[in-house]
Nanobody, 121 residues
């Protein structure tokens, strides 16, 4: 399994950014893609989880109303759409996969390399 994140960068407060997680190498359709973020000195935090099987998407309470997730099954890609960003959203964002959605990062075994998101004026 290979996961490749892209789309990070520098954005001003109040701005928007969309991250992509391109997935490959799966032998089953029954998997989920989770988005996590980790700020310096902080624990890795779950942000969203999308099921490839039925498209169900879960968004963490900490970002609900600002972040959404979507998928493109043709491209095997899951997107994290981030709106109204603030400096507290600054972190390295990772995608990861397992069989079922969970908020705990330790349950996920396969991870992408991460993409930096910096929110600053």
């Amino acid at each position: 399994v290979q996961l490749v994140e892209s789309g990070g960068g520098l954005v001003q407060p109040g701005g928007s950014l969309t991250l992509s997680c391109a997935a490959s190498g799966f032998t089953s359709e029954n998997y989920v893609i989770g988005w996590f973020r980790q700020a310096p000195g902080q624990e890795r935090e779950g942000v969203s989880c999308t099921s490839n099987y039925d498209g169900a998407t879960y968004i963490a309470d900490s970002v609900k109303g600002r972040f959404t997730a979507s998928r493109d099954n043709v491209k095997n890609t899951v997107y994290l759409h981030m709106n109204n960003l603030n400096p507290g959203d600054t972190a390295v964002y990772y995608c990861a996969t397992r069989s079922r959605c969970a908020w705990s990062s330790i349950l996920f075994r396969s991870w992408g390399q991460g993409t930096q998101v910096t929110v600053s004026s």
